[in-house]
């Protein structure tokens, strides 16, 4: 059973950054795939960006050129960069994992965190 804790929410201005921390327990965790996602209030959960074990990287198109994820394997943590915010990038933000990788980008995961609160505004 792998665990996953989301931090580094906030509230920040328009143009400001965060950086968010998911930090997983209980797995292998240099073997899984691991993904943001994002979901708004009244609004279906969407995904941000995802990461293979191997380092692959795939960004939704809403996160290229502002949105960053990367991983340290060895502390069992992914991070997601994000500059340049916008408020409609107000959401809670949750992290995912599975080992097939495929799953975490289709937002079909097995394991997700309780999510962290994104909030732009001024």
Known sequence: QVQLVESGGGLVQP??????????????????????????????????????????????????????ISRDNAKNTVYLQMNSLKPEDTAVYYCAADTAEYRVVAGKAVYWGQGTQVTVSS
Do not use: P
């Not at 965790?29 to 691991?34: E, L, R, T, V």
């Open 15 to 68: 143009g400001g950054s965060l950086r968010l921390s998911c930090a997983a327990s209980g797995g292998t965790f240099n073997s899984y795939g691991m993904g943001w996602f994002r979901q708004a209030t009244g609004k279906e959960r969407e995904f941000v960006a995802a990461i293979t074990s191997g380092g692959r990287i795939y960004h939704a198109d809403s996160a290229k050129g502002r949105f960053t």
